[in-house]
């Protein structure tokens, strides 16, 4: 989950990699360090904290900037605690290679300790340190040039790796390969100069032609030269596709807001927008979505839907589970890709696997759709990122469109997430008659309208903001939920945990009584989700056993609900729509509630503690 950056070229290094760093810290914060070499020596630096406190080092001293060739790493914290002596990058013994990296080396002990029977010394506690002298001892045993040395260590690890390495011997050329952990090539005009990075958004300004490494691949990186790529066990050539990036700069940067995170939450509205476009066609109130009606015999003949994903992926699935269940009637389970593959679940042929992921990049939804592969079922991936190895490893699938997601607490992702989900429930339930035709259209009206019911939702952020100024000090908080807006109370409780630190936990309404109201009294907030839809009755009762209980009820309701808020201490009122589309719209107050009250905290709301946005370890 740590970030990568790295330039070779004719422009003066540090500033790309150290923005490049800037834009990747998303991806690990607990230290940074980048090298750069000048033509003659390497120059390093490095420490705990984050790229502003790297910056603060190499500001006292002009020359550890100067040099056309630079690498950089800005960490999340695997083996060895965050300090600057394991932040990377990491030299050889001899000090020749040096080395970033993104991933776990698995059996780094047992290389570890060979090493040192030869006589390798080792000054930190990192896996990273370890491979970076494997590769020198046989670099110099095979008397091989740095690309074989690199390959052949490679071959001896077990785990995962994105690395980018350095020989200052061969000062034109930089190393790069992958296993499980993404890493980008951007290719400079005329090859005169190239850009490498965990993903896109560092170069984006330099250039729009990136080459995605796939697993096992390695490439040798030369000025003026063809990217050469390489499989990594039989070192066979492989010709790279240069791919068209489809991000811009301003979508990567704030935009006038405070944080990544409120950019994200408002964008919410057009990312809605841009993945209903061309799909859902209102007008002819129709979906059109190619990689289902490609395979619709699969679908609809198909003994059930698995779905994998983790974290708020996960709460996604689980509203497509109400979905897919409610609207085509085909069987549904929703597995954390985490248990699913070490659990020897059941697959068949006859099984689909949905696997959910914004980077599409995790790493354990990536292996349990190998898993599922390898059994026979038919796997569709739904993510963010065009490229990413979750698009090319499955069958197919479909693309949100909320655009780059620099906050690590998602809130654009999941909005997307479930629209998607929702186009396919939609479509399948279409076709096997399980919707009618009045239903169905009545649905594609609805969904049309829901970027605006967001706008006029995002509206109201003063009055959350009021809320969350009285329970910003709460220590404990529970999230309520029935039917489509369960799964919103789990992700409004993660969404508190992640940025604030408050301990929150979601729950279904009704089984408040099987435990958690022993917990209730008048130092409590619970958030209930009761829209005039569904269980509305049933979640009034609840919210009453709360009431009576003296704990403080902050609802979600409809638009002139007036049962709830004769009840309730603080109401959030949302534009009326089907209960199956509701969570599109209570989602929303919870982000806001969430971003309010760990600003009114001082916490980093964009780079929340010991979290990455992209889980690319296990």
């Not at 700069?249 to 994200?264: P, R, V």
């Not at 469109?401 to 999941?414: N, Q």
Request: glycine share 6%; net charge negative; charged share 25%.
């Amino acid at each position: 989950m740590c970030g990568i950056s790295a330039y070779i070229g004719y422009r003066e290094a540090y500033p790309i990699v150290v923005n490049g760093l800037k834009r990747l810290e998303y991806r690990g914060y607990d230290s940074a360090g980048l090298v750069i070499y000048d033509g003659k020596k390497m120059q390093l630096s490095k420490t705990k904290g984050k790229v502003s406190d790297l910056e603060l080092i190499t500001d006292k001293e002009e020359g550890r900037k100067k040099g056309n060739i630079g690498m950089g790493h800005t960490r999340w914290a695997t083996h060895g605690v965050p300090n600057d002596i394991n932040s990377h990058p990491h030299f050889s013994q001899s000090g020749d290679l040096v080395i970033v990296h993104n991933g776990i080396i698995e059996n780094y002990d047992t290389i570890r300790k060979e090493l040192i029977t030869r006589g390798y010394v080792f000054e930190s506690d990192t896996d990273t340190e370890v491979l970076i002298n494997l590769i020198e001892e046989v670099k110099l045993n095979e008397g091989c040039k740095l690309g074989k040395a690199v390959q052949l260590a490679l071959t001896s690890v077990v785990g995962a790796y994105a690395i980018a390495v350095f020989d200052k011997t061969k000062p034109d050329e930089l190393v790069v390969a992958r296993l499980g952990s993404p890493i980008a090539i951007g290719v400079g005009k005329e090859k005169k100069e190239f850009f490498i990075a965990s993903d896109a958004s560092p170069f984006v300004e330099y250039t729009k032609n990136a080459i995605y490494l796939e697993d096992e691949e390695m490439a040798i990186i030369k000025i003026g030269k063809k990217v050469k790529v390489r499989k990594i066990h039989d070192d066979s050539i492989v010709d790279p596709i240069i791919q068209k990036l489809q991000m811009s700069l301003e979508q990567i940067e704030k935009g006038g807001y405070d944080h990544f995170m409120l950019k994200e939450i408002h964008e919410q509205p057009k990312a809605i927008t841009d993945t209903f476009r061309g799909r859902m066609l209102a007008k002819e109130n129709m979906i059109k979505m190619s990689s289902i009606e490609d395979n619709l015999d699969k679908f609809l003949n198909a003994d059930r839907i698995i779905i994998v994903a983790c974290g708020t992926s996960w709460h996604a699935g689980l509203v497509a589970e109400y979905l897919i269940e409610d609207m085509a009637r085909i069987p549904v389970e929703v597995e954390y890709a985490s248990e699913f593959r070490y659990r020897n679940p059941i697959i068949t042929d006859k099984d689909i696997v949905i696997a959910i992921s914004q980077s599409g990049e995790t790493a354990d939804t990536l292996a349990a759709i190998k898993l599922a592969k390898s059994k026979g079922a038919f796997v569709y991936g739904v993510c963010n990122v065009v490229g990413s190895s979750i698009a090319r490893e499955t069958h197919t699938g479909a693309y949100t469109h909320a655009g780059p997601e620099i906050g690590v607490a998602s809130t654009k992702a999941f909005t997307t997430q479930i629209t998607v989900l929702t186009l396919i429930a939609l479509k399948l339930g279409q076709a096997n008659k399980s919707l009618s035709d009045e239903v169905f259209e009545n649905y594609i009206q609805k969904m049309e309208l829901i970027p605006k019911q967001v706008e006029k939702l995002l509206e109201i952020d003063e009055h959350v903001k009021s809320i969350a100024a009285v329970y910003k000090d709460a220590t404990n908080c529970l999230y309520l939920g029935r039917g489509f807006n369960f799964p919103v109370a789990l992700e409004g409780a993660l969404k508190l945990k992640e940025i604030s630190y408050i301990h929150a936990e979601g729950y279904p309404a009704a089984e408040m009584k099987h435990g958690p109201i022993a917990l209730i009294d008048e130092n409590m907030p619970i958030f209930v989700i009761a829209t005039n839809k569904g269980h509305y009755e049933k979640v009034v009762s609840n919210i009453q056993e709360i009431k009576a209980r003296s704990g403080k009820i902050i609802a979600v309701v409809t638009e002139g609900d007036t049962q709830v808020r004769d009840i309730a201490d603080h109401v959030i009122e949302i534009p009326d729509t089907e209960d199956a589309l509701t969570p599109l719209l209570t989602t929303i107050p919870f982000q806001l509630l969430s971003y309010h009250i760990a600003v009114m905290l001082n916490k980093n709301v964009d780079q929340p503690r010991n979290l990455a946005k992209s889980v690319t370890v296990e």
